[in-house]
């Protein structure tokens, strides 16, 4: 490779990113790694631009020498092409290519990429040099478990990205990335977002039924209720549903009849405001999706089956539709989700979201919350942009994660492979408890044929390569030391998820049920039975007309007869494992139950309909709330008020004039008092006029444009220079100027004790006090 340009020289693009704490985020990572550490993590809610400082930091990598092959990594194909849009506007001289089976042998562009699973299948025909910054979109916990032999490999710098909120990233995530604790590389969240105005503030609408809330129950139904259901030909004394159930067991029509009639009503509607505008509306199943769509025709015929579709991975065209509904000129306007756009699309055009489903993960819940915050200009016509979004809540989502929550490390599943394994070191230790050699024999050979399976090359398994040579000798197992089985309970039984049996899963979860069966066997218990009705049941679903199949119709029958299970024993399971495992891909496939839901309509008591609008706790939104409802009064009065034309312009107001305006906004909201401003700015002193300013801003696009400038002009800054210039952009555009002195003052000095003399050399420093200034001259009465 080429020499490196230092670390100083490594500059953003302003012509990719046009925001200082874009900027200050790649000046963390590249210092993070001038400092010879390999992994960063980059948290930044949803909107605020992560793909865009992905792009630019793989520009100014590239440009100072530092990566000549980047590789791009994501979930699903949509946010892959969403990626790739991002690298083509913005990186277009850059060749790049998405890595899938076709493109695999390429190895002469910059930028690959790909999807997880695809990379997965690939990764290894790549030198492990080959790329040489990997940043994986989305980074979490399960992701790295699943497909962690691809960090591994890589011998890269890796930047993992996430939008879930700092307290709620999991340790392993930040162990990944080499952070501490709640300490990510960078750190940019929803609150401050709205706060500095590059995001959406949202209003929650709960709106609950008795259904919803309680559930379906016989002794909770009014006799009206009881009377219809007899009419339909029901039985009201059999309904028994919890809440958890319905729209997933027990779908009700009229309750989802109001869910949509809810969201036509009281959605914020589009430009003309003759109809509901973008929406997302998020579904429980594909079930609860299909009568959502339904209903959704027959109460709104007009709009012709075109304005309202489902987009879930049932629909081959999910990518087509999610195109479309992105078009601000489509007819799609209210989408339905199963998943697909509950994470990482981007429409801003999205104006309400309809919570139609209850949400357990934090982390996801604000994923979904943040398909609403992206801004979008002139949404509403010339000047007319979008301030807000709505999100109707009809399952109690705010009130429950309102409460001190903790997400919960999830458990790691364990694969097919391992339970099976597992169960193997299982039959061991029962064989050797009721002094059964031959099965005990069975067992142990099973377990090192198994460990003997295990990928040599994956990087899992080199990891604990000693321990594979060591314990998985036959030899070394049948001596079952207790030193044997921890290992192979610990370290290899968690290795066998790396073992190939795709295609085969049907023949593995028949030897994980004969296994069971030799076990229970052994100990002579009742579950035997059990396990033997599984095992007849899915012998009796072989296609025996099948070439594969006929030729064992003979074991078939002598294994349906009472004779064969008079003298069962181990070693007649085993044969019974080693005859059918290789045919069990033939059976029918019974459908699943819940596959034809119960569906009714029974109209909702309307008396019962909890209907209130909710000001979330969720931290950091308080006050976004408040200062929203300021903005709109506000708003709505500044064109033909001159008192709030000179706070913005930074002039000087009278007492009288503020009074006349907190009258004012009384008549407008009997409930907002402007003097509590001060309380929730308690640095303007008590001065109404800043309070009123924090609020309303000083020409905030212009001041941003100005410090921005000074972040281009000055490549060599570092993360805590861009960082105390965030701190006075986000001031000066508070409050339209500030005095020289209180930049050594906090919050200026959390950045250094020294505040501004701390931070900059002394003509930088003049430099910085000569911008102060320029906005000082523009406001004409100071402080």
Not at 488 to 502: F, G, N, R, T
Request: hydrophobic share 35%.
């Amino acid at each position: 490779m080429e020499q490196k340009d230092p670390r100083s020289g490594i500059a953003p693009s302003g012509e990719i990113i046009d925001r200082l704490y874009q900027f200050e985020a790649i000046k963390k990572i590249v210092e993070r790694f001038g400092e010879k550490k390999r992994k960063a993590l980059l948290v930044q809610a949803t909107g605020t631009g992560k793909t865009r400082v992905a792009v630019a930091l793989c520009d100014a990598l590239i440009r100072a020498k530092w990566a000549r092959r980047i590789l791009f990594l994501c979930d699903r194909r949509e946010l892959r092409k969403q990626a790739g849009n991002a690298f083509k506007e913005y990186l277009p001289a850059e060749p790049r290519v998405n890595v899938s089976a076709h493109t695999a042998q390429d190895r002469d562009k910059r930028i690959y990429l790909s999807t997880y699973p695809a990379m997965m299948k690939c990764f290894q025909t790549f030198d492990i040099g080959f790329f040489d910054l990997i940043i994986a979109d989305e980074s979490h916990r399960s992701i790295y478990n699943r497909y962690r032999d691809i960090f591994e490999y890589f011998d890269a710098y890796q930047v993992g990205l996430t939008a879930t909120p700092v307290k709620f990233v999991m340790r392993d995530t930040y162990r990944i990335f080499d952070c501490e604790i709640e300490d990510p590389t960078f750190n940019y969240e929803y609150p401050e977002g709205v706060q500095q105005g590059y995001l959406s503030p949202f209003e929650v609408k709960t709106h609950t039924t008795a259904f919803l809330r309680d559930g379906i129950k016989y002794s909770q139904l009014t006799e009206e209720q009881k009377d219809q259901i007899e009419a339909d030909g029901g039985d009201p004394t059999l309904l028994e549903h919890d809440p958890n159930e319905i729209d997933r067991v027990v779908f009700n029509k009229d309750t989802n009849r109001i869910i949509l009639r809810n969201l036509m009503e009281e959605g914020i509607r589009d430009a003309s405001g003759s109809r509901v505008g973008k929406t997302i509306v998020f579904a429980r199943n594909h079930n609860h999706a299909l009568i959502l769509q339904k209903l959704f025709d027959e109460m709104y015929p007009q709009y012709g089956g075109v304005f309202c579709r489902i987009i879930d991975n049932y629909d081959p065209r999910a990518e087509d539709l999610i195109d479309e509904f992105k078009d601000p000129k489509s007819e799609l306007t209210v989408a339905i989700s199963v998943d697909m756009l509950d994470t990482g699309i981007d429409v801003p055009q999205v104006v309400n979201l309809v919570f139609a489903k209850p949400v357990y993960s934090y982390s996801k819940f604000w994923q979904m919350i943040g398909r609403g915050t992206r801004l979008s200009p002139n949404l509403f016509g010339p000047g007319k942009d979008k301030t807000q979004f709505l999100i109707f809540d009809h399952w109690g989502n705010f009130e429950r994660f309102d409460e001190k929550y903790k997400e919960a490390q999830p458990t790691a599943s364990k694969s097919l492979m391992q339970q099976v394994f597992d169960a193997r070191i299982e039959l061991a230790e029962v064989s050797l408890t009721e002094q059964n050699l031959d099965a005990f024999h069975l067992a142990t050979n099973l377990l090192s044929k198994d460990v003997a399976s295990l990928p040599e090359k994956s990087i899992s398994v080199r990891e604990k390569w000693k321990e594979v040579k060591t314990f998985g000798r036959e030899e070394v197992i049948r001596q079952f030391e207790e030193a044997t089985k921890s290992v192979l309970k610990k370290h290899i039984a968690p290795l066998m998820q790396w073992v190939q049996i795709s295609g085969h899963e049907d023949a593995y979860r028949f030897d994980l049920l004969i296994c069971r069966m030799q076990a229970e066997h052994l100990r002579g218990s009742s579950k035997l039975a059990d396990l033997k009705a599984d095992l007849l049941n899915d012998v009796s679903q072989l296609r025996i007309n099948l070439t594969q199949v006929t030729g064992k119709v003979p074991f078939i029958n002598r294994l349906k007869s009472n004779e064969f299970w008079n003298s069962v024993s181990v070693t007649t399971l085993e044969e019974i494992r080693n005859e059918l495992r290789g045919i069990m891909q033939y059976r029918i496939k019974p459908t699943k139950p819940g596959s034809s839901p119960t569906v009714m309509d029974v109209r909702e008591d309307t008396s019962q309909i909890e209907y209130k609008v909710f000001v979330p706790k969720l931290e950091g939104l308080e006050l976004v709330a408040y200062r929203h409802r300021v903005v709109k009064v506000l708003t709505d009065l500044f064109e033909h008020n001159d008192t709030l034309h000179k706070i913005k312009a930074g002039e000087p107001v009278s007492d009288s004039d503020l009074q006349a305006l907190s009258s004012l906004v009384l008549t407008q909201d009997s409930e907002l008092d402007l003097t509590d401003l001060m309380e929730y700015y308690p640095e303007t002193a008590g001065h109404l006029d800043m309070a009123i300013r924090a609020v309303i801003g000083m020409d905030a696009d212009t001041v941003r444009s100005k410090f921005t400038q000074f972040v281009v002009n000055h490549p060599e800054l570092t993360s805590h220079q861009v960082k105390f210039l965030d701190l006075l952009q986000n001031h000066i555009a508070k409050y339209g100027t500030i005095e020289i002195e209180e930049l050594y003052e906090p919050p200026f000095t959390l950045i250094h004790s020294d505040g501004l003399d701390g931070v900059f050399d002394e003509p930088l420093a003049n430099e910085l006090i000569t911008v102060v200034n320029e906005f000082k001259s523009k406001s004409a009465g100071g402080r």
